[in-house]
């Protein structure tokens, strides 16, 4: 059931009510989700104390540990739901030794699991558009416990359906021309909306007409790829590149969407790359943290070229998943072209799992037969 007023003088009252609930996440400050007529407060593992483990076991609240299927199977138990953890104790010890690398010998096997309701699920998706750790601590709450703190109160299928409204709420707020290197003057549009309070951008290459066929790639931002040149991934090469080849053909439009790590936010990613370090790959890496494959979407992508004025596009992009996306969208995807990059020692186990794992369009990109010398393949489009 969602909120019974879905409109106020400043907006959507639902989606008013989840984004003040994702700032008490961010905050670590706890928040009562309420899901017919029971409630339970909710507090996010990320930024998880003492005080805090405290307070969750007042009274007959029955506290638990809310996570998702991938972090149960990284632990070597139960199956891919959402889950409820009992820890045995409730400690911040426990908590620790569940969340760390030791889990299949420590608080793991002394817990108890069952399937989450649907109040337990939504404080996991809050803690997920927070972009902290997917996990949060629960517990039962009536109304005099509710009211013996501040707490927040966000209906459950209020979260739910806020990734789906925001989407629907896109548009364009500013534009201005910008020149860069290699490519001449630019335009960059900054949209708002598509996937909660981050913005989007669309930088248009040369001059694309609107109602004709362009270019495009759809990337998601990578800070350590993009602006620092990481060798772990192919990112930075990928962005510049097609960059540089929209320039030299004439023009296209380049969408910059703010999804960080797949999705999970930049904490989550370099959390990520720690467990890299241990020789874990970047979907195994995810997994151990507790997140799916990819939680990226990509289907407002299709609105933002739809408001530039763009229909037909040519998609420069690995990834089936950003061609199935403009196609679901309404887009008509005139040809696919792919970003190949030059593996290197650093990315090319990163290369091969998205090839291996997520079927990204890498078959003949010389990843099984690369050694750390010197590599022939050079970034290039391939139809």
Request: hydrophobic share 45%; charged share 25%; net charge neutral.
């Amino acid at each position: 059931m969602e909120s019974a007023n879905a409109s106020s003088p400043f907006g959507d009252a639902r989606q008013i009510a989840v984004e003040r609930a994702i700032a008490e996440f961010r905050a670590a400050r706890p928040v009562a989700i309420r899901s017919g007529s029971t409630a339970l407060v909710a507090f996010p593992v990320d930024g998880a104390t003492e005080a805090a483990m405290a307070f969750l076991q007042r009274g007959d609240g029955k506290p638990r540990v809310i996570v998702p299927g991938e972090k149960i199977l990284a632990a070597g138990k139960w199956i891919r739901p959402v889950a409820a953890l009992t820890l045995e104790p409730f400690t911040m010890e426990a908590l620790d030794a569940y969340f760390g690398r030791d889990e299949r010998v420590t608080a793991a096997a002394n817990g108890s699991f069952r399937a989450a309701d649907r109040a337990e699920v939504a404080g996991l998706a809050l803690s997920n558009l927070a972009l902290l750790l997917p996990a949060v601590l629960v517990a039962d709450a009536g109304a005099s416990a509710r009211d013996a703190l501040p707490l927040l109160t966000v209906d459950a299928e209020d979260v739910f359906g806020f990734r789906d409204r925001e989407a629907k709420a896109l548009k364009i707020v500013s534009r201005a021309f910008v020149p860069l290197e290699g490519a001449g003057s630019c335009e960059f549009v900054v949209f708002r909306g598509g996937d909660g309070f981050r913005d989007q951008i669309a930088i248009l290459v040369g001059n694309p007409t609107p109602g004709k066929p362009v270019s495009v790639r759809i990337h998601s931002a990578c800070l350590t790829g993009d602006l620092f040149g990481s060798l772990k991934c192919d990112c930075g090469e990928q962005l510049r590149g097609t960059v540089r080849a929209m320039a030299e053909e004439g023009g296209g439009a380049v969408l910059y969407l703010d999804q960080e790590g797949r999705g999970n936010g930049i904490a989550n990613k370099i959390r990520a790359y720690r467990l890299q370090d241990q020789g874990f790959d970047t979907y195994d890496a995810d997994e151990l943290l507790g997140f799916g494959q990819d939680q990226r979407r990509f289907d407002f992508a299709a609105d933002m070229l739809r408001l530039l004025g763009f229909t037909s596009v040519r998609l420069m992009t690995n990834n089936p998943l950003k061609i199935k996306a403009l196609r679901d969208g309404g887009l008509n995807v005139l040809s696919t072209h792919r970003v190949l990059t030059r593996p290197t020692a650093q990315n090319v186990k990163y290369l091969a799992a998205k090839r291996d794992k997520a079927g990204h369009l890498l078959g003949d990109a010389g990843l099984d037969t690369f050694d750390s010398g010197e590599h022939p393949l050079s970034p290039a489009r391939h139809p």
